[in-house]
Protein backbone atom coordinates (compact mmCIF):
# COMPACT_ATOMS: atom_id res chain seq x y z
CA UNK A 1 0.00 0.00 0.00
CA UNK A 2 1.29 3.50 -0.89
CA UNK A 3 -0.45 7.23 0.37
CA UNK A 4 -0.17 10.36 -0.35
CA UNK A 5 -0.56 12.68 2.55
CA UNK A 6 -2.19 15.79 0.74
CA UNK A 7 -0.96 19.00 2.30
CA UNK A 8 -1.02 22.64 1.75
CA UNK A 9 2.46 24.34 -0.51
CA UNK A 10 4.92 25.41 2.65
CA UNK A 11 3.85 23.51 5.45
CA UNK A 12 4.11 24.85 8.56
CA UNK A 13 6.18 24.02 11.18
CA UNK A 14 2.75 23.14 13.04
CA UNK A 15 0.94 21.36 10.84
CA UNK A 16 4.16 19.46 10.67
CA UNK A 17 4.66 18.89 14.07
CA UNK A 18 1.11 17.78 14.47
CA UNK A 19 0.98 15.03 12.20
CA UNK A 20 4.52 12.85 13.11
CA UNK A 21 2.73 10.54 15.18
CA UNK A 22 0.60 9.64 11.84
CA UNK A 23 4.11 9.12 10.24
CA UNK A 24 5.32 6.80 12.70
CA UNK A 25 2.19 4.92 13.22
CA UNK A 26 2.20 4.10 9.25
CA UNK A 27 5.59 3.40 9.58
CA UNK A 28 5.26 0.89 12.56
CA UNK A 29 2.10 -0.63 10.57
CA UNK A 30 4.71 -0.97 7.70
CA UNK A 31 2.55 1.38 4.69
CA UNK A 32 4.77 3.56 2.37
CA UNK A 33 3.58 7.09 2.17
CA UNK A 34 4.64 10.75 0.91
CA UNK A 35 3.71 14.08 1.22
CA UNK A 36 2.47 15.63 -1.66
CA UNK A 37 1.34 19.26 -2.17
CA UNK A 38 -2.83 18.62 -3.52
CA UNK A 39 -1.35 21.11 -6.46
CA UNK A 40 1.21 19.40 -7.75
CA UNK A 41 0.66 17.36 -11.06
CA UNK A 42 1.43 13.35 -10.42
CA UNK A 43 0.13 10.77 -11.73
CA UNK A 44 -2.36 9.92 -8.68
CA UNK A 45 -2.69 6.36 -9.92
CA UNK A 46 0.48 5.52 -8.47
CA UNK A 47 -0.62 6.13 -4.91
CA UNK A 48 -3.47 3.32 -3.55
CA UNK A 49 -5.16 5.80 -0.94
CA UNK A 50 -4.60 10.24 -1.17
CA UNK A 51 -5.18 11.17 2.19
CA UNK A 52 -6.12 14.49 2.96
CA UNK A 53 -4.25 15.84 5.86
CA UNK A 54 -2.83 19.23 6.25
CA UNK A 55 -4.33 21.15 3.26
CA UNK A 56 -4.87 24.49 5.06
CA UNK A 57 -4.18 26.67 2.37
CA UNK A 58 -7.20 25.66 0.08
CA UNK A 59 -10.26 27.97 0.91
CA UNK A 60 -7.96 30.35 -0.60
CA UNK A 61 -8.24 28.11 -3.99
CA UNK A 62 -10.61 26.96 -3.43
CA UNK A 63 -11.97 25.95 -7.15
CA UNK A 64 -9.02 24.62 -7.89
CA UNK A 65 -8.49 22.10 -4.72
CA UNK A 66 -11.87 20.77 -5.90
CA UNK A 67 -11.35 20.09 -9.16
CA UNK A 68 -7.53 18.46 -7.95
CA UNK A 69 -9.66 16.22 -6.03
CA UNK A 70 -11.73 15.53 -8.74
CA UNK A 71 -8.84 14.43 -10.42
CA UNK A 72 -7.90 12.36 -7.44
CA UNK A 73 -11.04 10.35 -7.69
CA UNK A 74 -11.57 9.55 -10.80
CA UNK A 75 -7.94 7.87 -10.97
CA UNK A 76 -6.93 4.80 -9.35
CA UNK A 77 -6.21 6.03 -6.10
CA UNK A 78 -9.04 6.14 -3.35
CA UNK A 79 -9.20 10.20 -2.21
CA UNK A 80 -9.96 9.81 1.75
CA UNK A 81 -12.45 11.67 2.83
CA UNK A 82 -14.58 11.02 -0.56
CA UNK A 83 -15.00 13.78 -2.75
CA UNK A 84 -18.85 14.46 -2.10
CA UNK A 85 -18.01 14.21 1.76
CA UNK A 86 -15.31 17.04 1.15
CA UNK A 87 -17.70 18.73 -1.41
CA UNK A 88 -20.49 19.01 1.06
CA UNK A 89 -18.50 19.69 4.00
CA UNK A 90 -16.47 22.36 2.70
CA UNK A 91 -18.88 24.93 2.82
CA UNK A 92 -20.73 25.79 6.15
CA UNK A 93 -23.83 25.81 4.16
CA UNK A 94 -24.21 21.86 5.51
CA UNK A 95 -24.97 23.46 9.08
CA UNK A 96 -28.76 24.25 8.03
CA UNK A 97 -28.71 21.23 6.46
CA UNK A 98 -27.58 20.02 9.71
CA UNK A 99 -30.41 21.97 11.58
CA UNK A 100 -33.03 20.54 9.52
CA UNK A 101 -32.84 17.28 10.37
CA UNK A 102 -32.92 17.74 13.54
CA UNK A 103 -29.18 19.02 15.19
CA UNK A 104 -28.62 22.11 17.71
CA UNK A 105 -26.16 23.95 15.64
CA UNK A 106 -24.96 27.45 16.92
CA UNK A 107 -27.48 30.11 16.21
CA UNK A 108 -26.55 30.96 12.59
CA UNK A 109 -28.02 33.56 9.82
CA UNK A 110 -26.74 34.30 6.44
CA UNK A 111 -25.57 38.30 6.23
CA UNK A 112 -27.35 38.87 3.04
CA UNK A 113 -30.69 37.72 5.33
CA UNK A 114 -30.20 39.54 8.32
CA UNK A 115 -28.82 42.88 8.36
CA UNK A 116 -25.82 43.49 10.50
CA UNK A 117 -27.35 46.31 12.56
CA UNK A 118 -30.19 44.13 13.52
CA UNK A 119 -28.54 41.15 14.85
CA UNK A 120 -27.55 42.04 17.98
CA UNK A 121 -31.85 42.33 18.77
CA UNK A 122 -31.84 39.53 17.15
CA UNK A 123 -29.92 37.24 18.65
CA UNK A 124 -30.27 39.35 21.45
CA UNK A 125 -26.19 40.00 22.73
CA UNK A 126 -23.73 42.85 22.76
CA UNK A 127 -21.26 40.87 20.46
CA UNK A 128 -21.82 38.88 17.53
CA UNK A 129 -19.00 36.87 14.83
CA UNK A 130 -19.03 37.26 10.64
CA UNK A 131 -17.55 34.54 9.14
CA UNK A 132 -17.07 32.84 5.35
CA UNK A 133 -19.01 29.62 4.89
CA UNK A 134 -15.95 28.70 3.13
CA UNK A 135 -12.79 29.56 5.74
CA UNK A 136 -10.53 27.87 7.73
CA UNK A 137 -8.58 29.12 10.82
CA UNK A 138 -10.65 31.55 11.52
CA UNK A 139 -9.76 33.51 8.52
CA UNK A 140 -11.80 36.64 7.50
CA UNK A 141 -13.91 36.33 11.05
CA UNK A 142 -14.71 39.57 12.42
CA UNK A 143 -16.02 39.37 16.44
CA UNK A 144 -17.90 42.62 16.46
CA UNK A 145 -19.77 44.50 19.08
CA UNK A 146 -22.97 46.78 19.09
CA UNK A 147 -20.34 49.76 19.55
CA UNK A 148 -17.65 49.04 17.04
CA UNK A 149 -19.38 47.21 14.44
CA UNK A 150 -19.32 50.37 11.83
CA UNK A 151 -15.46 50.55 11.87
CA UNK A 152 -15.31 47.07 10.03
CA UNK A 153 -18.56 47.50 7.47
CA UNK A 154 -15.97 48.67 4.87
CA UNK A 155 -13.91 45.47 5.04
CA UNK A 156 -16.90 42.90 5.72
CA UNK A 157 -18.19 44.63 2.54
CA UNK A 158 -15.09 43.80 0.50
CA UNK A 159 -15.24 40.06 1.75
CA UNK A 160 -18.75 39.74 1.18
CA UNK A 161 -18.48 40.12 -2.62
CA UNK A 162 -15.97 36.99 -2.87
CA UNK A 163 -17.55 35.33 -0.01
CA UNK A 164 -20.47 34.38 1.14
CA UNK A 165 -20.99 35.25 4.75
CA UNK A 166 -22.59 33.95 7.65
CA UNK A 167 -23.04 35.53 11.49
CA UNK A 168 -23.45 34.04 14.58
CA UNK A 169 -24.03 35.54 18.50
CA UNK A 170 -20.94 35.32 20.15
CA UNK A 171 -21.23 32.09 22.44
CA UNK A 172 -20.23 33.08 26.32
CA UNK A 173 -19.45 29.30 26.97
CA UNK A 174 -16.57 29.15 24.40
CA UNK A 175 -14.65 31.98 26.80
CA UNK A 176 -15.55 30.56 29.95
CA UNK A 177 -15.39 27.20 29.64
CA UNK A 178 -14.02 26.00 25.59
CA UNK A 179 -14.72 23.95 22.46
CA UNK A 180 -14.78 20.37 22.95
CA UNK A 181 -13.64 18.37 20.02
CA UNK A 182 -14.19 14.80 19.45
CA UNK A 183 -12.41 12.83 17.08
CA UNK A 184 -14.07 9.54 15.56
CA UNK A 185 -12.26 7.29 13.11
CA UNK A 186 -14.75 5.63 10.87
CA UNK A 187 -17.42 5.93 13.00
CA UNK A 188 -15.65 4.99 16.42
CA UNK A 189 -14.55 7.53 19.04
CA UNK A 190 -10.91 8.25 19.40
CA UNK A 191 -10.43 11.14 22.06
CA UNK A 192 -11.85 14.22 22.82
CA UNK A 193 -10.30 17.62 23.73
CA UNK A 194 -10.98 20.73 24.99
CA UNK A 195 -9.76 23.88 23.38
CA UNK A 196 -9.64 27.40 25.38
CA UNK A 197 -8.88 30.37 23.85
CA UNK A 198 -5.72 32.60 25.32
CA UNK A 199 -7.50 35.61 27.65
CA UNK A 200 -8.99 38.52 25.64
CA UNK A 201 -9.51 36.50 22.53
CA UNK A 202 -12.57 34.14 20.69
CA UNK A 203 -10.85 31.99 18.99
CA UNK A 204 -9.98 28.40 20.22
CA UNK A 205 -7.35 27.41 16.80
CA UNK A 206 -3.72 26.27 18.73
CA UNK A 207 -2.65 28.74 16.12
CA UNK A 208 -3.99 31.96 17.85
CA UNK A 209 -2.68 30.66 21.89
CA UNK A 210 -5.56 28.52 22.92
CA UNK A 211 -5.33 26.52 25.71
CA UNK A 212 -5.32 22.39 24.88
CA UNK A 213 -6.08 19.69 26.97
CA UNK A 214 -7.18 16.02 26.72
CA UNK A 215 -10.77 15.67 28.31
CA UNK A 216 -13.04 12.65 28.42
CA UNK A 217 -16.58 13.57 27.27
CA UNK A 218 -19.57 13.44 29.56
CA UNK A 219 -22.63 11.34 28.47
CA UNK A 220 -24.84 14.25 26.94
CA UNK A 221 -21.68 15.90 24.94
CA UNK A 222 -20.87 12.01 23.36
CA UNK A 223 -24.43 12.04 22.77
CA UNK A 224 -24.35 15.26 20.73
CA UNK A 225 -21.64 14.25 18.92
CA UNK A 226 -22.61 11.03 17.70
CA UNK A 227 -26.31 12.61 17.10
CA UNK A 228 -24.45 14.82 14.42
CA UNK A 229 -22.33 11.93 12.99
CA UNK A 230 -25.32 9.99 12.35
CA UNK A 231 -26.78 12.28 9.86
CA UNK A 232 -23.88 11.85 7.33
CA UNK A 233 -21.89 9.46 5.23
CA UNK A 234 -20.01 7.82 8.01
CA UNK A 235 -16.07 9.07 7.02
CA UNK A 236 -12.70 8.02 8.26
CA UNK A 237 -12.18 10.54 9.58
CA UNK A 238 -14.29 13.33 11.63
CA UNK A 239 -13.82 15.86 14.24
CA UNK A 240 -16.96 17.11 16.04
CA UNK A 241 -16.36 20.84 17.68
CA UNK A 242 -19.05 20.99 20.37
CA UNK A 243 -19.63 24.08 22.65
CA UNK A 244 -22.15 24.56 25.81
CA UNK A 245 -25.35 26.19 25.37
CA UNK A 246 -27.78 26.98 27.52
CA UNK A 247 -30.20 24.05 27.10
CA UNK A 248 -28.60 21.88 24.93
CA UNK A 249 -25.07 21.31 23.19
CA UNK A 250 -24.59 23.84 19.90
CA UNK A 251 -22.71 21.92 16.95
CA UNK A 252 -20.04 24.26 16.06
CA UNK A 253 -18.33 22.99 13.25
CA UNK A 254 -18.32 19.22 11.75
CA UNK A 255 -15.16 18.63 10.10
CA UNK A 256 -14.59 16.04 7.41
CA UNK A 257 -11.94 17.83 5.12
CA UNK A 258 -8.74 18.25 7.09
CA UNK A 259 -8.71 19.01 10.76
CA UNK A 260 -5.99 18.63 13.31
CA UNK A 261 -6.61 15.96 14.53
CA UNK A 262 -4.38 16.36 18.00
CA UNK A 263 -2.53 13.34 17.63
CA UNK A 264 -0.39 14.30 20.31
CA UNK A 265 -3.39 14.39 22.93
CA UNK A 266 -2.93 10.72 22.69
CA UNK A 267 -0.83 8.26 22.09
CA UNK A 268 -2.96 5.75 20.63
CA UNK A 269 -4.90 8.34 18.73
CA UNK A 270 -2.89 7.80 14.85
CA UNK A 271 -2.69 4.10 15.68
CA UNK A 272 -6.35 3.90 15.57
CA UNK A 273 -6.67 6.12 12.69
CA UNK A 274 -4.20 3.88 10.87
CA UNK A 275 -6.21 0.22 11.92
CA UNK A 276 -9.04 1.71 10.67
CA UNK A 277 -7.35 3.13 7.58
CA UNK A 278 -6.59 -0.62 6.86
CA UNK A 279 -9.73 -1.91 7.67
CA UNK A 280 -11.58 0.75 4.94
CA UNK A 281 -9.75 -0.72 2.21
CA UNK A 282 -9.16 -4.14 2.71
Known amino acids: MKIALLTMTNQSDMARKGEIPLERALDKADISF????????????????????????????????LSRLE???????LLLNNLKTIKWNSDKN???????????IVP???LKDLPLDEAFN?????????KPTVSAS??????????NYKDYLEE????????????????????????????????????????????????SQEEYGSHIIPVSPEKELMAAARFALEKCEIPLYARVDLVRGPKHWYLMELELIEPCLYFDMDSEAADRLVR???????
Open 276 to 282: KLKEVVS
Open 122 to 130: YFEVREVIV
Open 138 to 147: AHNTFLLSFD
Open 108 to 110: TKK
Open 71 to 77: KIDQSSC
Open 156 to 203: INRVSQVKELLIQPKIESVIEEGEFSLHFFAGEHSHTILKKPKEGDFR
Open 34 to 65: EWIEWNRHVDWSDYDIALVRTTWDYQAHYEQF
Open 94 to 104: YLFELEEKGIP
